[in-house]
């Protein structure tokens, strides 16, 4: 993945995310956008994220959404393999902006976080 071969995990409603995307187009970078929300990644892809993150999947979490809020005593005692899955079919508690270019994965909160792997 060069430069600006980079992917963006994008909530268009998301201000983080907004002003993520900016800072890539602002360099130049085109990046494949992928709304997530639409288009979820699936749980091998969520597992994959979090190893390019190098956090637990669980860390991928957003604690504070309703589906999450809603059903946390089951997603709590969920293993990751099962966590992604139920992830996947609930996208909204997935971190974001997530960008992964060549050299890693980063979560855009704050969005220039993700300087620190493009080159």
């Known amino acids: 993945m060069s430069a600006m071969n980079v992917r963006i995990y994008h909530n268009p409603r998301c201000s983080k995310s907004r002003q993520t995307l900016q800072l890539l187009t602002d360099r130049g970078i085109e990046p494949e956008?992928?709304?997530?929300?639409?288009?979820?990644?699936?749980?091998?892809?969520?597992?994959?994220?979090?190893?390019?993150?190098?956090?637990?999947?669980?860390?991928?979490?957003?604690?504070?959404?309703d589906d999450y809020k809603a059903n946390r005593d089951e997603v709590d005692a969920l293993d990751a393999a099962a966590l992604a899955g139920w992830m996947a079919a609930?996208?909204?508690?997935?971190?974001?902006?997530?960008?992964?270019?060549?050299?890693g994965a980063r979560v855009g909160r704050p969005p220039d976080t993700v300087l620190e792997i493009l080159d």
């Open 33 to 65: 956008i992928i709304e997530y929300l639409d288009s979820p990644p699936d749980a091998a892809t969520l597992l994959e994220l979090a190893g390019s993150l190098g956090i637990p999947v669980r860390e991928l979490v957003r604690t504070g959404e």
């Open 90 to 103: 609930h996208p909204r508690v997935i971190q974001r902006p997530i960008v992964v270019s060549a050299k």
